[in-house]
């Protein structure tokens, strides 16, 4: 018994002998206590890599689902879900929507100046601009250094008129950081207050900042156009052209300066390509109209106009040329029917009453055309040929007193233009006007000597005789103006023969040439794809 007893007892020591040797002593590491796991993402997070996945792959319903998905597990609480949503909504233009759920994310996280910006944004494609500036400027508070934020504030101010302070945004918008779109907004700005010189400085600023920008350079080439600088012009437009031959907008512009000088097959052949890129231009068929007119072939000039008219009908400037084109081609029906739908849209345009005026003298409605006339002067307090078509239909009514005053402020005007700018008169305007002056038995005037020494000489050279048109070049090109004054036609009203050779028989035979027709005929408008004219954008 004590020798099996003896020997259970060893083998149990073996045992635990053994079992020593198989278990480790613990060493260091393992008397240290155990790391902790890394922290999980929190619910309200989990899926948003999956949902900007989605986002920038432009999968808008697989985002919806999974937007969908995590909201419901989050019970509408995960912010970057719902920003994300809000955007796809916009995308859709459920602007009301997208404007609903970023002010949800602002409640989330009313610290965080995106969701305030994303907030004004939604409000300013609302039209809403005074509610977007007043988030704009509380986002400000939260960020003083973001440049978007002063940029679209100086936008909204735009929008509502308050140009010296939208001005201010956008210069402290350049100067945290220099933008291409803040340059144009900036000029713009200038555009619109009339000061074509600051927006030139601004616009050549932005040029140097980025040499290679064609809309930048387009732009100033537009305004060096309408100042009448055309070389410079032209160096632009054609630096536009270099880095993108397909710039549509330069090459009307370079078209546009080629028919000024009466070249207008090498025009057409730049708005060929035009025609390409955008066929239902209004500029477009409204230049190509004025180079048919410019070739005497009218009735393409009136397919081209009617079809600019078509795609752009609240267009004062088409309208013009519409009833000019008209008027020459004696329908003087249809010039009344497009003068005066012009006269709706630019109502404070002298030159357009005066055409009105001479329409309704060709229809025998000399009331109605003394009444257009006055309007005419009071409106434009430059152009001479007002005056002297007025003074010319008096006078074929007898009222030699009236025609008498009319003829001295005609030369008022032409002295005022002598002595303030380098303009030549039209050759035919001048030879009007001396006759004129020789019926009413006035003594010869000296007003026009500086600028035409022999009418005849300039007749016979069109290419140096500019047109009479002073109005400003809104927007547009000079004038077609020696063009448009050979292709009008003439009319003759028979005189009386008993009053022979006689001074009052020459004016006679010249007030019925002058009321059948306009002296001296203003050019039409070549349209330009104006920097002001363009949409106002946010960064």
């Known amino acids: 018994m004590t020798s099996g007893r003896a020997a259970v007892g060893g083998a149990k020591m073996a045992e635990e002998r053994l079992a020593t040797r198989r278990t480790p002593l613990p060493s260091a590491k393992s008397q240290k206590p155990w790391l902790k796991k890394a922290a999980e993402f929190p619910i309200l997070e989990k899926q948003n890599w999956l949902i900007h996945l989605h986002y920038i792959r432009k999968d808008y319903e697989a985002c919806k689902a999974v937007i969908k998905e995590q909201l419901q597990e989050t019970q509408g609480l995960c912010e970057y879900a719902i920003y994300v949503q809000a955007l796809i909504f916009r995308l859709e233009g459920n602007i009301q929507e997208s404007l609903e759920l970023f002010q949800r994310c602002a409640i989330l996280n009313p610290q965080c100046a995106d969701n305030l910006k994303q907030v004004a944004r939604s409000l300013f494609l609302l039209g809403k601009h005074k509610a977007a500036s007043e988030v704009y400027t509380e986002a400000a508070k939260l960020d003083q250094k973001d440049w978007e934020i002063c940029h679209n504030l100086g936008i909204c101010y735009i ?25 144009i907004m900036l000029g713009k700005i200038h555009l ?17 900042f980025s040499p290679e920008n064609t809309e930048l350079l387009t732009t100033l080439g537009l305004l060096y156009l309408q100042l009448g600088i055309h070389k410079k012009a032209f160096e632009h437009l054609g630096n536009a052209l270099t880095y993108d031959p397909t710039n549509y907008k330069a090459i009307l512009a370079a078209g546009s300066m080629m028919q000024t000088h009466g070249d207008f097959d090498v025009a057409l052949t730049k708005y060929r390509v035009v025609a390409c890129a955008v066929p239902e231009s209004p500029p477009l068929w409204n230049n190509i109209g004025l180079c048919f007119f410019g070739k005497k072939k009218y009735v393409a000039a009136i397919s081209c106009l009617k079809r600019a008219n078509y795609l752009a009908p609240f267009d004062w400037k088409i309208l013009y040329n519409l009833g000019l084109v008209h008027l020459t081609m004696q329908q003087y029906a249809s010039a009344f029917h497009f003068l005066s739908a012009a006269i709706t849209f630019q109502p404070k345009m002298g030159e357009l009453y005066m055409l009105l005026a001479v329409t309704l003298t060709n229809l025998e409605d000399v009331e109605n055309a003394k009444r257009v006339y006055a309007a005419a002067v009071r409106l434009d307090k430059c152009n001479p040929l007002v005056n002297l078509n007025y003074a010319i239909l008096l006078y074929m009514q007898g009222e030699r007193g009236a025609a008498l005053a009319q003829c001295q402020e005609m030369e008022e005007k032409v002295r005022l233009l002598r002595d303030n700018s380098s303009l030549e008169f039209d050759s035919e305007m001048v030879e009007m006007a001396q006759k004129l002056r020789a019926a009413l038995q006035v003594g010869e005037a000296l007003v026009w000597t500086k600028q035409v020494e022999d009418p005849k000489s300039k007749h016979q050279t069109p290419s140096t005789s500019k047109a009479a048109s002073f109005q400003q070049s809104l927007g547009s090109n000079q004038a077609l103006g020696q063009a448009m004054s050979s292709a009008a036609t003439h009319r003759k009203l028979p005189s009386d023969p008993a009053q022979g050779d006689s001074p009052g028989s020459q004016a006679s035979g010249l007030g019925a040439k002058v009321c059948s027709r306009l002296t001296g005929i203003p050019g039409g408008y070549l349209l330009l794809i104006s920097a002001s004219n363009a949409v106002l954008c946010l960064a």
């Open 159 to 183: 929008y509502m008129k308050q140009f010296s302070k939208a001005q201010d945004q956008l210069h402290q918008a350049l100067q945290l950081n220099r933008h291409v779109l803040t340059y």
């Open 192 to 208: 619109l207050a009339g000061d074509l010189d600051k927006a030139i400085k601004v616009y050549k600023t932005a040029v140097e």
